[in-house]
């Protein structure tokens, strides 16, 4: 087989780790995760790790540390593990930078994926859940019954027609215009008659053109009723805009998200919100995350690293063998620290990105009753950038909608807006979208900007993987070592905060090895 | 919004039905199923209706008239109900008109949907299964990690690329060419300027071109091993064939599946087995429904309808005011009747398909852990067709994959082999698609072609639906109405069969209430 996008995955991963005894011995089926006793070998002696952070880089290093028998204590100033992966529901309040106070009264049932929502098939994040039992599901990335929404110079502008429509309306003419060029001899130079014989029959196919090479509408565009019993032919929508409208409109330009790398179905998450991956890699680690714990200061100090943190307003410390830091950098450079001026200057090189998200509680599912939307995106270039109708819950009583999810200028004009602010404007901009549907039955709502969120301070670290900065922290200072998915090149996803902190292990294990 | 796709679905059908009296009240949040006292109006008098099969259709039609107060009797010959949407399990035992016996020893949680597998998100399955109740899941219809392998004249020949890999090099190519053709002028009698200046943009993100307008490969097509953590950038695919070799290998022949419009995403599954459904439907009918029952004849006698039936060897027969018959056509036309002539040879019209799968239950889910497959569909033009991966049970110990699911000449093929042959010839060429780990670690497998199974002797039936003969069978003979997937203009889906159930429900009750 040639050309697969195979990727390794935990295997994988453990397979090079393998050289320095952490590899788990292969387990029997049914697969059940490893566990201590599952371990081949161990960094010879005692050693003790203080991870800083209960994200998802502090808390799989703590977990691949604690296989190999280290002596793991994870500092975490919130009170829950996940960091900015973090599961709105029910009870949940927070406080913004702002002083903005909200309280979430979803349902039970519901929640809302404040951070991260989606996992790509090869993402070692899939092998976590694999490994810890978390359970997971298809997360509707893409969906043909979805709307778009865009401005333009043409009879289409801010108007919304399915992903359906538009798809097959943008791939009906560019078949046809492709097989335009193609017949009419333009193309000779670089296709041969055996070519053209070929892009015809696939054009034809992928346009859903006529005979005479020509696009003039599908059923793939949708019916307004579906073709049903007897004599029930189903009613088609009106014929297509005009070639020039169609692609003046734009209608197309986000095709590309859905053929993304990371982002092309199938994708997946976990069963009941992202932070149950979290919650199951906490679980293993029991009372050795200490919540509630603000740290304040990280010096390397003679064979270790003393750690300054607070624990209900009294000031503690913790000296252990090595450090594996994986605060968000920004926040590391305020910390006291012995830290060289050039490690300093690296930590405030990432710039923080603004990323937001805002989700609706309906006491109705409207998107499934009235238009017969299951999940999926619906794509705009209004500020609210885009809605995502839920994943789960499909025909249940309510659902959480998330109103924008949107970053960088998009998200600026949102995070300075109190919530109910907010609300209003992704009501006014969603119902221009969906309909009136959008603005009633509304039971609850809930908002977050990740600048404006404690001990996050930031959506995701925007810079280079390739800058000398990066590179300066991906190695230890002394006996701190530094992780998370800023120092990956997956930024901003779950997969690089893990694969970030496996490195950081890898590499605190080969030394307490003695290996180099 | 102009050009919305939304289909009515229940509701819709519903407000047409109200007219006589069938509508139910608007249900209260939350959502419950309607029930007998939820009817607006009943037709006058007492009335018996009965109903041959316990398919989509028969069920359906049972369930309604119960819900108008008709008193109904369902005659199944089978030992389940669901008919062709038949759900394969531990302990199922079935013995083809060639008289193999096939015995089920999967796993328990494990399930092959011989039949219906798919629910698209317009059809009306999706507002049965609210309103009974059975929990619905994505169904990966598509994905990305699957495989395309082809035979072509090209050096792709055979040759297994991802999913990803075939739509990022034809869009690519296709977006390069369109573009050299649009910027050469050769498209100018229909593009003006502007119309160009969009298009560019378009294709520049569609093709993910350079900015020469070249398509030299992209992330998109995936890597060997996932980019992670510090440089660890990831290892690319080797560059993309030529624009002449994706051209005329054709790996982008099967793209426009998941344009359709009963195949786009995203499409839905009953959680646990399609089945599920018809078992959800049976239970609100209790012993209403006879197994077991197989009919022999059917008349129409003065006021009424004698069906004569066996039930465990012995012969009976029941006499009511109406029958709807269910059954496949080519099989009622075999029952003794006093069906007129044109009626009998209408019956005859329909060709029964030959359509089946094959299921593989293995221990271990290869395609998960190695091929970072997680569900969706692997696409050929050997026999096999296609190869589906289980939609469920992610990370389980085991699944049970689709060997083939094929239709016509390919199905015919695999049709008069016994079950060891259908399986050796299904692992030989599904092999050469997904290696070696195809061939091991088998568990146990199923297979069944719908023109060998009893009761069915068809996959679904092929004809129009303008015909003459499909127009008489819409009509009832007498007291006897006609209903199935093959009265509709969704033959084959589940949805047909509802809304033919629902059609003949509102025919039988307009005649009861003597409205014409």
Redesign the interface.
Known sequence: ?????????A??MYGAMSAIGLAPAATA???RAPSLGDLVGRAPGHHSVTVLGAGPAGLCTAYELRKAGYDVTVLEARLRPGGRVWSIRDGTRETDLDGETQRCTFAGGQHLNMGATRIP????T?DY??ELGV????F?N????A?VNYTSDTPLTK????Q??A??D??GY?AE??Q???S?G??DD???A??KV??A???K??G?LGSDGRYVGS????????????????TR??PPPS??DV??S?I??N??FD???DQ???M?TAVGGMDRIYYAFGRTLGSRVNFGTVVTAMRNVPDGVTVDYTSGGVARSITSDFVVCTLPPHLVERLRTNLPPAVLAALRAPRPVASGKLGIEY??RWW?????????ISNTDKDIREIMFP?DN?????GVVVGYYNTGRRQEIFEPLRHRDRLAKALAEGSE???DSYTKNIASSFSGSWRRIQYSESAWASWS?RSPEY?LL?QPVDRIYF?GDH????MSWQ??AL??A??AVSAVHARAAGLH
Chains 1, 2 share one sequence.
């Open positions: 087989m040639k050309g697969l996008g195979i990727t390794g995955g295997g994988m089926e049914p697969f098939q090869g993402h070692v899939l859940c694999r359970e997971i599901q298809a509707p893409h969906n043909a019954n709307l108007t919304s027609i399915t359906r429509a798809r097959a943008t791939f560019v215009l492709l335009k060029a193609s009419s333009s193309l670089v296709l041969s055996d070519d070929a892009l029959e696939f054009l196919d992928f859903d059923s793939r565009r949708g019916y307004l009723s579906e073709p049903g019993a007897g004599t029930d032919y189903g929508l009106p070639l020039s692609v003046r734009g197309g330009r095709f590309g053929l993304e790398h092309a179905m199938m997946y006491s109705t499934e009753a009235e238009q017969r939307i299951y999940g999926g994943y499909f025909h249940g009583a309510r979208i969906h309909g993987s590179k991906l992780a120092l990956s090149n997956a997969h690089g694969t970030s496996r490195a």
